[in-house]
Structure formats: C-alpha cells, structure tokens
C-alpha cells in the first residue's frame, strides 16, 4: 500500500494508535462487558417494578372533569336565522356535527404523563443506547480484522461478515425501541387531548388506560430482548473468535 499510496506517517501512527485501541475495548466488551450485562439485565427482569401483575397499578388518573351537559331546546340556538337558513339549503336536511369542546387551557395545568411508566422508561433507555454504543464498536472492531480481498480461502472472512451483519441487526433493532417509546408518548398525548375536548366519550379514557398497559409489557420485552441479544452476540463471537481474529489464519488467537 505504502508504494502505490502515501500515507502521512504521523497520520499513520495516530490511526494505527486508533486501532489498536479499538481492538482492546471491543475484545473487553466481548469478554467482560456483555456477560456482566446480561446478568444485569436478567437481574432486573427479576426486580418488582417490571413484574406488576396487577396492571391496574400502573394506570394513571386523568385529572379532566366532565362537564355539566348544555341542553338545547332547539337545534339552531346560538346561530342565527340566516345561518340556520343557509345551512339548510347547503346541506339538503340538518345535521347536528359534533365540534367538541374548545380547549384553550387545561383546568387542573398541565396534564402530567402516567410517572409510573417514565420512571420505567428512564431506566430502560440508557440501556438502549449502552447497547447500540457498545455494538457499534464491536463492529468497527470486526470489519478493521476483515483482510484484503482474495481469491479463495475466504471462509473466515465470511464468518466476520456474517458477525458484522449481525451486530447491525441489533443496532437496528435497539435503534427501534427508541423510537417506540417516542410513538407511545406522542399517541397518548393524541388521546389525552381528544378527552380534553370531549370528555364526555369514556372510549378515550379507556384508551389512554390500553395504551399504559400495552407499553408496560413492551418495557419488559425489551428488557428481555436486551438480554437475549447481549446474550447471542457473546455466544456467537466467543465461538468463531479464532475466525474473526485470524480469518486466514488456523493459529488463532483467543479473548480467554
């Protein structure tokens, strides 16, 4: 390479130094990290908070009153003749369309999120991002061990290949967990403005309820999936780690 590319040596001795260092993190990730991980993660599956049996205790109270209903003698109280006139004439008959309550601020301020959740949802999201973190070096660390390309003897190189592909799977997936957690809060938030505006229909109040729920047993999927993938990942590159450090190499070298 140094024929046909020059390389700055300076730049060389500084990226050298970056793998080197790079090599030594992934390698103690594999070998220490995920295991300890993984007993945590099974430790906390274990702990009362994300094993609620009643479900009930994880609801929410949703401080909006329902207010008194207004009766009206007549269909058109409040608009006047011609409008009532005009309406009819446009619409070919009458139809009473519900417009719902105007909010323009809440009664009791503001409507606080279900905190039994966010303060699940504040101890499983760190665990995310530790994974997607750890994971992306792992695979900078696979992909620097993959050798130029060759004509044959390229069965080692396929196993790191397959490992990268791996460890972008669940990159991926730990990426997808993030974004569930911000569709929950956004969908309830659709909901809890609906009841604001029509307080009157319990199908909102009952949704909000579903939604808790339903993101509760999603907290502990994910728990478990973070385990199961910290879990399969060390498995895996422990045993193809001769492969993946020496590709076209039989004396490999082990993290043990």
């Not at 970056?18 to 099974?42: Q, S, W, Y």
């Not at 606080?112 to 101890?123: H, M, P, R, T, Y």
Request: charged share 30%.
């Amino acid at each position: 390479m140094s024929s046909l590319l020059k390389v700055d040596n300076e730049i060389k001795t500084k990226v050298d130094a970056f793998r080197e260092r790079i090599t030594a993190e992934a390698e103690n990730l594999v070998a220490n990290f995920f295991p300890k991980k993984l007993l945590e993660l099974d430790h906390f599956l274990k702990e009362p908070i994300i094993n609620i049996v009643e479900l009930k205790e994880i609801h929410s109270d949703i401080n909006l009153t329902v207010p008194d209903p207004i009766l009206l003698s007549n269909l058109h109280d409040g608009l006047d003749s011609q409008n009532a006139k005009k309406r009819k004439l446009e619409d070919g008959d009458v139809e009473d369309k519900v417009t719902g309550t105007k909010v323009f601020v809440m009664p009791g301020g503001m409507m606080k999120s279900n905190g039994n959740l966010v303060d699940l949802i504040e101890k499983v999201k760190p665990e995310i991002r530790t994974l997607i973190e750890k994971c992306n070096t792992v695979k900078m660390w696979v992909q620097l061990l993959i050798p130029r390309i060759e004509d044959g003897n390229n069965f080692g190189v396929s196993i790191q290949e397959e490992t990268v592909a791996e460890l972008r799977t669940v990159e991926g997936e730990a990426a997808s967990y993030l974004d569930q957690i911000s569709r929950y809060y956004i969908t309830r938030a659709k909901l809890v403005s609906k009841i604001a505006k029509y307080p009157h229909v319990e199908d909102y109040r009952r949704t909000v309820t579903e939604i808790d729920e339903k993101e509760y047993i999603s907290l502990k999927i994910i728990v478990s999936e973070l385990r199961n993938q910290y879990v399969a990942l060390h498995d895996m590159i422990l045993k193809n780690i001769e492969k993946i450090k020496r590709p076209r190499s039989s004396n490999a070298e082990a993290l043990y």
